[in-house]
């Protein structure tokens, strides 16, 4: 576990289990909203951010957190040795993006760059979150299945799946 790619649709707990994750094994995490994204929410130009997801990629280890695009994607999940897909059920992703948006009142999201909007992130997920689930996560589905003939792959379906799975790795790395 050494370029680890956490992805999977909006409001899935991707960042929270790669905080978990960084936690456990000490791979440093770049949560990629934080890349793409500005403080106070304004994307930086594409350009720069394929520059700086490739430098990323050019370390010995990572943990990625996030989207970015599609491009970067797929770079990303082709180069990393370990995939974690998070794959809920969609009504779970609509609550725990309306969830996020309560705490996040309060708090400002996990992963999330800093003084950005919850109510335009959180309109923004909601508009994602349906056509990720009927463009993506077919796509992300067959990949995972794929490559878990050359990767260490993880699918994981449920609440209990990620806490099972950190427990796991938990394990594994004392």
């Known amino acids: 576990m050494k370029r680890v ?9 991707k ?13 440093e995490l770049y949560a990629l909203d934080k890349v793409k994204f500005l403080p106070g929410g304004d994307e930086v130009p594409h350009d720069q951010y394929l520059a700086a997801h490739s430098r990323i ?3 010995k280890t990572w943990l990625i957190d996030g989207y970015g695009c599609l491009e970067s994607t797929w770079t990303r999940l ?3 040795d370990t995939l974690v897909y998070i794959d809920l059920p969609i009504r779970v992703h609509f609550l725990w993006v309306t969830k996020r948006f309560f705490k996040g009142l309060f ?5 999330w760059p800093e003084h950005s909007s919850i109510i335009k992130g959180t309109v923004n997920s909601y508009r994602v979150l349906w056509l990720c689930h009927k463009k993506l996560t077919p796509a992300y589905r067959r990949y995972v299945a794929n490559a878990a003939k050359t990767k260490t792959v993880y699918h994981l379906r449920s609440k209990s799946d990620i806490a099972n799975f950190l427990l796991a790795i938990g394990k594994n790395s004392s």
């Open 5 to 13: 790619a956490v992805f999977g649709n909006t409001g899935a707990g």
């Open 15 to 27: 960042s929270t289990t790669s905080k978990h994750i960084a936690e456990i094994t000490g791979l």
């Open 57 to 59: 990629l050019s370390e």
């Open 78 to 80: 082709d180069r990393a």
């Open 107 to 111: 708090q400002p999201p996990e992963g």
